[in-house]
Structures are given as structure tokens and as C-alpha cells.
């Protein structure tokens, strides 16, 4: 090969990189890149309206390179991007772990792999496998299977399974583990402090599953852990992505990268030198695209991809190895059987969500007496959240009573007026972690004050129980939205 000319080098820099883009069919730049040998894309809310628009966008990739990879972030939970407008029909990760029935588990995944296939997605950012072991956690949270190992460790394999047995690569996600951390990625760097041996024992552990269950691929975490390296993140590790994940874990698949422009990579090494050490440390794939989805991004990573080759910042051998692992599993992508959806999947999911809650309240009666009025205490959602997808109760009880009232709260301010027009209603306070927010905790404190006998709905990770009758969801999905009104006020409707 003649590195001078560019030529096999270019369309290598191309083939590992996985941009994302605006708007809801490819514009003409994408398709000239995809032709000239861009390896995948990766598609975010932005790019969906619904199921059959996507299958148009995705034959129109497919029309310019027959194997290209169409990503996608899927958790089927809180995150969600092919139901971003609607909420998902799915218990997420959290209730899943809750339920704690890797058969079911397996069995919605494989509904989901079947739904993403039908629409031409050929690649999932799915399963969470980290351990949500801090509960404060910003940005994980319900999106774990649990706080404990050996749970996620199964749930995780189960996922696994039945996506990929539906024809679509899954992705364990975030190597080595960012569950036992308090900082987002998308905002700073996390840390995790723990020793190799607690590392070993708790945040490795699902990987090794996954990686045993023959996942796909691994995505990688902006985050330091100094056991393991004390001086770059894990995504630039070498120590981390190559000699523990391939060496000693025995990976074999695709590493990719969580989105290279976050700000806990993007703000210390920049775009461009991020990218180049990434794929030196052993990443086959960059994601990028979530912020900076546009033509000159994607130009300026593969020319830099190229620039690091010729001045031996990069290996050429590194760049085939990776541009090779890509071309891997889209062929692998390209032979799995597909099967076509589920036509009871929608009643699948709902029956999944209603055996994830979970009551307390010994002397509480179901349904209400009477239409309720609703008070949404509302955090700030994490970036990973899509901000259109909705949650709550208001919706799904208002389908079903359409007495139903409330008020969406996003501070204590106009709780009162909100307690006084809930007199003579059943009162329902649902709120999302409120041991994250102490704006959420005082309110809901304050409300129960006056309301001892409502109904506190936790649709986050229910870390501090408060009130007399709680309901815990286990995740904020449209499936658990609808399960916990249908219990509310009773099924009344299909």
C-alpha cells in the first residue's frame, strides 16, 4: 500500500468512523461519504419520526454502501431514540433487574432486536451492563439492570442473547464500569476510585458475562479509573482498551467509543487528538455526531486519522486492525437472520412493566376513589435522556380517567397553589430520584405534610421511599407510565 498517495489510508480513516446528522432522510454529504467508504452512522431522536420513515432513511444508506452499520442508542428504557416522541413500550434495565427473570429479559430483547432489524438498524448501544452501585448517579441510574453484580451480570447476557438472536449487534456499555461514580460524562470526567480487586469484583464482572455471551462489541467510558491507569481515561487507554479488554478479558469484538465530543474527552484533548488516541489505544470505532453532526466534523477526524498515520502517532497496522474489525461486524450484520416483529410486543412490554412494580402500602386500596389530581415533581433530566421523550402519569392517567388534573412542578415554587387545588381529590406526587434533588425531597416532605395519605409514585430509582403508599416503577417508559395508571384507577380501556 502507498501511504503517500492517501487513497487506501482515507478510505481506512473513514471506515471507523460512525458520525451522526440532521434531519430525517441522509443529507448529500453523508451519501457522498458513505460511497467513498464511510463504515456506519449513527442515528439519534432527531433523525426519527416514526418506523416507516426510518426504514426509508435506512434503505437510502444502504442504496450508497450495501453493509454500512446504522447505529442506534436503544436501551428500550429512559433512553430511547425509535420511540423518543412516544416514550418507550418497554420496562427499562432497572425494572428488568427488579423483575429478575433473565427469560423475559431475553425475550424483550429479542422484540426490540426484531424491531430495530424491520426497520434496517443493524447496531445497538445496548445492553447497559454497568452497576449502578452509587445511587446518586446522574447519569446511569434506572438505565442499569441493578446495584448488584451477578444480577446485571445475568441480565445483561440475556440481553445479549435475544437482541443479537433477532440479527442485531449489541454493545456492552461503559467499559470498564461507570456506575460507582457521581459525575457525568457528558459534562466532566468521572473517577473511580476503586481498587483492581473491588474492580474484579463488582464493575468487571458483567463484561466478562457479556463478553461470554459473544457480545458484539463493547463501548468504552470517558471516565479515569488510576487502578488501572492512573493518567489517561479509559476511552485513551491503552492499558484499559487493549491490554485489559483484549488481553486479559479476551475480547475479540468491535470497541467503540461513547460519544468522542462529550466534554469529559472533547474539552482536554479536543476532537481530532481524542480520536487519534482512541484508535491508539485499541477503539475500532468512533461515535461522534451528537453535538457536532455535520460534514466538516467528519472531514476533520478522517484527515486527522490520516495526518497521525504518516507521522507515526498512529500505526497503520493499528488503523487496518480496526478498520478490519469494522468490516467484521457489518458482515456479520449482513448474515444474521432477521426475524419480523411481534405483533403483540406492545402488550408484552405493558405485561413486563406491571410485574416490575412494586407497592407499599399495607392498608391501600386499588383503584382510587375517584379521578385523581396529579403533582409531577420534575428533575432535569441526564443528557443521555432524549429532552423530547415524555414521562410521568398526567398522560396515561388522563387516557384512562378524563377527570384527571395536576401540575408539573420543576421547583418548590407553586407547590401550595397545587395543594390546595388537589383538596377533594385523590393526590398523587410522583416524583423521579428525589435523594438527587433536595428542591424534589423538601417538596415531596411537604407535600406528605399535608397530604399524608397520597399516593407517591417513584418513577427514578427508589433509593429513600418516602410516604405511606409508595409505588415504585423501576424506570419513567410509557409501559411503566401506563401500568402504574391502569393500577391507579383501573384498566379501562385497551
Known amino acids: 500500500m502507498d501511504v503517500n498517495t492517501g487513497v487506501d489510508l482515507g478510505r481506512m480513516a473513514d471506515a471507523v468512523l460512525q458520525p451522526g446528522f440532521v434531519g430525517k432522510e441522509p443529507p448529500t454529504w453523508l451519501r457522498r461519504r458513505l460511497a467513498d467508504g464511510l463504515g456506519g452512522v449513527v442515528l439519534f431522536a432527531r433523525n426519527v419520526v416514526d418506523r416507516d420513515q426510518v426504514a426509508e432513511l435506512t434503505a437510502a444508506l444502504r442504496a450508497e454502501k450495501p453493509d454500512v452499520i446504522v447505529a442506534i442508542d436503544e436501551e428500550a428504557g429512559d433512553v430511547t431514540r425509535i420511540d423518543a416522541h412516544t416514550g418507550s413500550p418497554w420496562p427499562g434495565n432497572l425494572a428488568l433487574g427488579a423483575i429478575d427473570d433473565p427469560a423475559l429479559t431475553r425475550e424483550i430483547a429479542g422484540h426490540i432486536g426484531r424491531d430495530l432489524a424491520a426497520v434496517g438498524i443493524t447496531f445497538d448501544y445496548a445492553p447497559d ?152 489505544a485499541g477503539a475500532d470505532a468512533i461515535c461522534v455526531g451528537g453535538d457536532h453532526a455535520d460534514e466538516e466534523t467528519a472531514v476533520m477526524l478522517r484527515d486527522a486519522i490520516v495526518a497521525a498515520v504518516r507521522s507515526g502517532e498512529l500505526p497503520e497496522e493499528r488503523l487496518a486492525d480496526a478498520a478490519a474489525r469494522v468490516a467484521r461486524l457489518a458482515a456479520w450484520s449482513v448474515a444474521a437472520p432477521k426475524a419480523t416483529p411481534d405483533p403483540r410486543a406492545n402488550e408484552i412490554g405493558l405485561s413486563a412493566a406491571r410485574r416490575a412494580l412494586r407497592i407499599t402500602a399495607p392498608d391501600a386500596t386499588f383503584p382510587l376513589a375517584g379521578a385523581p389530581y396529579v403533582i409531577e415533581f420534575q428533575p432535569q433530566l441526564n443528557m443521555a435522556i432524549a429532552p423530547e421523550t415524555p414521562w410521568g402519569l398526567l398522560a396515561p392517567l388522563s387516557e384512562l380517567a378524563p377527570a384527571t388534573t395536576g401540575a408539573t412542578l420543576t421547583s418548590e415554587e407553586g407547590l401550595p397553589a397545587a395543594l390546595r387545588a388537589s383538596a377533594g381529590y385523590p393526590l398523587v406526587l410522583v416524583v423521579r430520584d428525589p435523594h438527587r434533588y433536595p428542591w424534589m425531597a423538601d417538596a415531596l416532605s411537604a407535600s406528605l405534610a399535608v397530604r399524608p395519605e397520597a399516593t407517591v ?28 395508571a391502569e393500577l391507579l384507577v383501573g384498566h379501562r380501556g385497551a
Open 129 to 280: 451492563a454497568d452497576v449502578n452501585n452509587d445511587p446518586n448517579n446522574p447519569v446511569i441510574g434506572s438505565r442499569a439492570f441493578g446495584a448488584e453484580p451477578e444480577r446485571v451480570a445475568r441480565h445483561a447476557a440475556a440481553w445479549i442473547a435475544g437482541l443479537q438472536g433477532a440479527g442485531v449487534a449489541a454493545c456492552a456499555k461503559h467499559f470498564p464500569g461507570h456506575g460507582n461514580t457521581s459525575v457525568d460524562s457528558h459534562l466532566d470526567v468521572p473517577l473511580i476510585k476503586a481498587g483492581r480487586a473491588d474492580l474484579d469484583a463488582v464493575e468487571l464482572v458483567p463484561f466478562r458475562a457479556a463478553i461470554a455471551a459473544g457480545v458484539q462489541a463493547v463501548m468504552s467510558a470517558h471516565m479515569r479509573v488510576p487502578a488501572l491507569d492512573p493518567d489517561f481515561p479509559a476511552t485513551l487507554s491503552r492499558k484499559i482498551m487493549t491490554e485489559l479488554l483484549r488481553g486479559e478479558l479476551g475480547f475479540d469484538g468491535l470497541i467503540v467509543t461513547d460519544g468522542i465530543e462529550m466534554r469529559a474527552i472533547s474539552d482536554r484533548y479536543g476532537l481530532a487528538h481524542a480520536t487519534v488516541l482512541a484508535l491508539a
Open 457 to 484: 409514585v417513584e418513577m427514578g430509582v427508589p433509593a429513600d421511599p418516602r410516604g405511606d403508599v409508595h409505588i415504585a416503577t423501576f424506570g419513567a417508559t410509557a409501559a411503566a407510565g401506563r401500568a402504574v
